[in-house]
C-alpha cells in the first residue's frame, strides 16, 4: 500500500487545451474523492465514486469537466477547452467507506 | 447545511508553549470530524478524527482535539509547539451520507523559535 498517487504533480496548459489527469486510490478503498482547491482556500468538493458508480457532483463541476472511475479502481479527471479560472491544485482521496479520506500530493495545473 | 469555520487566519506561537487552532462546525446529526495539514505544495496529511466515544481524541505528531457539543467545537490542541508544526490546518466535517468532507478555510500556524 502506497497510499493515494495523483499524476502528474505538475501541469501547465495553454487555455483551451484539455487535460486529464490520474488518481490511483489505496487498492481495497472503495471510494474516491476529486476535490478543487485554490490559494488561501480549503478544498472544495468535486465529485466521488464508489466504486465505479459515480454518485455524486458538485455544482461546481461544469459541463467541460467529467470523472471515470471505469474499472472501480484508478479514476481520471478531464478538463476540457481549460480557463485561466480552472487553474487549481486537484486534490484525490479515498476511503473505504466512512473512514475520512487520505489524499493523494494534488495535481497543480496552471492554465496559461 | 453542513459548514465548519475556522475563524483565525493565522495563529503565531513561540516554540514551546501550547497551541490552539479554533474549529466550529454546523451538522444535523452527530458530526464526523476531522483535522488535516498541509505543507507547502503538497496534499493533506490527516492528523485526528472524532466519531464516537471521548470527547478528547489523540492523534498523530502529539496533536489532539476537544469535541465540545454544547458549543459545537471541535479545537486542535498541542501542550509544546514545534517550530517544524509551522504549516496550514484545516478542519473539516464529513459528509453524512457520501462521505466528502467539507473544509473551513484553514489556519495558517506559525511556530517561531
Known amino acids: 500500500d502506497t497510499g493515494v498517487s495523483q499524476n502528474p504533480r505538475h501541469k501547465i496548459t495553454k487555455r483551451g487545451q484539455n487535460v486529464t489527469f490520474r488518481c490511483d486510490p489505496i487498492?481495497?478503498?472503495?471510494?474516491l474523492y476529486w476535490y478543487r482547491q485554490t490559494l488561501g482556500q480549503g478544498p472544495e468538493f468535486l465529485t466521488y465514486?464508489?466504486?465505479?458508480?459515480?454518485?455524486?457532483k458538485s455544482r461546481l463541476l461544469s459541463d467541460r469537466f467529467s470523472a471515470e472511475r471505469p474499472k472501480g479502481s484508478f479514476s481520471t479527471l478531464e478538463i476540457q477547452r481549460t480557463e485561466q479560472g480552472d487553474s487549481a491544485m486537484y486534490l484525490c482521496?479515498?476511503?473505504?467507506?466512512?473512514?475520512?479520506?487520505?489524499f493523494g500530493s494534488g495535481t497543480r495545473l496552471t492554465v496559461v | 447545511a453542513q459548514s465548519v469555520a475556522q475563524p483565525e487566519d493565522q495563529v503565531n506561537v513561540a516554540e514551546g508553549n501550547p497551541l490552539t487552532v479554533k474549529c466550529t462546525y454546523s451538522?444535523?446529526?452527530?458530526?464526523?470530524l476531522f483535522w488535516y495539514v498541509q505543507y507547502p505544495n503538497r496534499g493533506l496529511q490527516f492528523l485526528l478524527k472524532?466519531?464516537?466515544?471521548?470527547?478528547l481524541v489523540k492523534g498523530s505528531y502529539g496533536f489532539e482535539a476537544e469535541f465540545n457539543k454544547s458549543q459545537t467545537s471541535f479545537h486542535l490542541k498541542k501542550p509544546s509547539a514545534l517550530v517544524s508544526d509551522s504549516a496550514l490546518y484545516f478542519c473539516?466535517?464529513?459528509?453524512?451520507?457520501?462521505?466528502?468532507?467539507?473544509f473551513g478555510q484553514g489556519t495558517e500556524l506559525s511556530v517561531k523559535p
Open positions: 482521496a479515498s476511503s473505504l467507506n466512512r473512514q475520512g479520506n487520505t
Open positions: 487498492s481495497e478503498h472503495n471510494r
Open positions: 465514486f464508489q466504486n465505479e458508480a459515480q454518485l455524486e
Open positions: 451538522v444535523s446529526g452527530n458530526p464526523y
Open positions: 472524532y466519531i464516537t466515544g471521548d470527547n
Open positions: 473539516a466535517v464529513e459528509n453524512n451520507q457520501g462521505g466528502k468532507l467539507i
